[in-house]
């Protein structure tokens, strides 16, 4: 069965912003979370990344800039000695009604179609309770990182359902954790 990890972007991989990533010089790597793909992906996971990217829909950019953007972080991971399997996005704005904006579960039906994997408890970090609830609903196991706006996420309270996930400071303690690291 392959091991598969699915990874939000801004706030996961990526310092988050209120006014949007809309370049590549904008999207500043989360301490630490490059080297800790490239890790998992060399202990044979598969990353992937399922973003919502509104920014588009909004016109703050387009899918050109984003491709420039995921290959900026694509191209650090490959340095680092890793691979991103893919990167799955919603386009659309909150208000469009679309399946594949989280929370609900399209970008992970979506990776399941495209990559014929199965996503049955496979861990999806997020920094927001969006993220937690289109992991849950897609049968992941939802696990929330207090980067980005995860402390905010966390302080605003967790519902009853997802009270007791695995929580950590940022991608690269969850990636300790996985692979067994000691961090004494």
Do not use: W
């Amino acid at each position: 069965m392959t091991k598969l990890v699915i990874l939000d972007r801004d706030g996961v991989i990526n310092e988050d912003s209120d006014a949007f990533i809309k370049s590549v010089d904008e999207c500043i790597p989360v301490p630490g979370s490059i080297d800790a793909i490239a890790r998992l992906s060399k202990a044979g996971y598969q990353v992937v990344v399922a973003t919502n990217q509104s920014g588009i829909a909004r016109g703050l950019f387009d899918e050109f800039v984003l491709a420039r953007i995921h290959q900026s972080i694509n191209d650090q991971v490959e340095a680092a000695g890793g691979i991103i399997t893919g990167f799955f996005y919603c386009p659309h704005g909150p208000d469009d009604g679309c399946r594949c904006r989280k929370p609900l579960p399209g970008l992970v039906e979506e990776i399941v179609q495209q990559l014929t994997v199965t996503v049955s408890n496979a861990p999806f970090l997020g920094d927001s309770l969006r993220d937690l609830q289109a992991a849950q609903s897609a049968g992941c196991e939802p696990v929330l990182v207090l980067s980005g706006k995860g402390q905010a996420t966390l302080d605003a309270g967790l519902p009853a359902d997802l009270a007791n996930i695995r929580i950590y400071p940022d991608l690269a303690a969850f990636s300790d954790s996985q692979l067994g690291v000691d961090q004494s």
